[in-house]
Nanobody, 122 residues
């Protein structure tokens, strides 16, 4: 069992930055691929970014060049650095974990955090 706890959300003006963190429990964090997803009101949960246990990354087109996913296996933590934020980035952001390769499908992830709210004002 893996428990995930996100932090770092908040209110920021357009063009600003935030860094989200996702702390995980357990000794096998380095075995998991990690993903970030987001869900805006009235919309489906969508893929944002993912990172393999080896550090390879993948991004949604909407955030490519602005967001960076990274992981620190010694701290059992994955991060999402978000720069040049836009109002359309407003959503609840979730981290997720799965064994094996990363995936952009939310259905492939086994463990989820509770989410952290990110609000970008114009």
């Amino acid at each position: 069992q893996v428990q995930l706890v996100e932090s770092g959300g908040g209110l920021v003006q357009a063009g600003g930055s935030l860094r989200l963190s996702c702390a995980t429990s357990g000794r096998t964090f380095s075995s998991y691929a990690m993903g970030w997803f987001r869900q805006a009101p009235g919309k489906e949960r969508e893929f944002v970014a993912a990172i393999t246990k080896g550090g390879s990354t993948s991004y949604a087109d909407s955030v490519k060049g602005r967001f960076t996913i990274s992981r620190d296996n010694a701290k059992n933590t994955v991060y999402l650095q978000m720069n040049s934020l836009k109002p359309e980035d407003t959503a609840v952001y979730y981290c997720a974990a799965r064994l094996g390769l990363y995936s952009s499908s939310r259905h492939d992830y086994d463990y989820w955090g509770q989410g952290t709210q990110v609000t970008v004002s114009s």
